[in-house]
């Protein structure tokens, strides 16, 4: 499920999406996007989820999943690698509002994006002109630290069970992100289908396996 609003409304909240990833600067794994409005009262506590303990982040996790209106997108490495980070993570801000929309049923009043850029003009599909960009948002707007809870415990919970079909990566550890273990593991193992290979300590691992057959 990509999508969900709570069974009793969202009241009289109005209707601001916090929109934010997870997932741009790791090897390996997908980038995972999450939109978010949020209920009345909403989920005490949200914040960047950088700044959340993981226990913190588990237990907002499931609150805004049930009380809040959300779309979650997922883009794939081997999708990534064909647009580059940058606009595999615009696509994903894109399908995730539009999928927050599609559930509401009607648009909203305005799109608050954490970083520097909006999809305007840069996504084909993108129709929130209006939309503005916050850098650090996931700490100054709570819909946008909802937004970061979400996508990175959806990403880092895909991480996980990537990481039992790909052992030795420490994948459950550092979700993909290129730690000491990890590269050493790229260099005596190689790439996974996983992996980005567009990244270049991947594209480098790649070089050396085939120099090495």
Known sequence: MFSATPHKGLGSAPLVVGVDEAGRGPLAGPVV???????????????DSKKLSAKRRAALEPQIR???AWGLAVIEPAEIDRLNIFHATMRAMTLAVARLVETLGCEPETVLIDGNMT??????????????????????????????????EYRDRLMREAALRH????????????TAEHLEALRTRGPTPL?????????????FAESAA
């Open 167 to 178: 052992p030795g990566y420490g994948w459950d550890r550092n979700a993909g992100y290129g």
């Open 119 to 152: 999809p305007h003009g840069r996504q084909s599909d993108w129709r929130w002109a209006d939309a503005r960009a916050i850098v650090g948002g996931d700490g100054k707007e709570r819909c946008i630290g909802a937004a970061s809870i979400l996508a990175k």
């Open 33 to 47: 996007a999450a939109a978010v409005v949020l209920c009345k009262p909403c989920p005490g506590g949200l914040d």
């Open 195 to 207: 992996h980005r290979r567009s990244f270049a300590p991947v594209a480098q691992a790649d070089l």
């Open 66 to 68: 049930e009380r809040c």
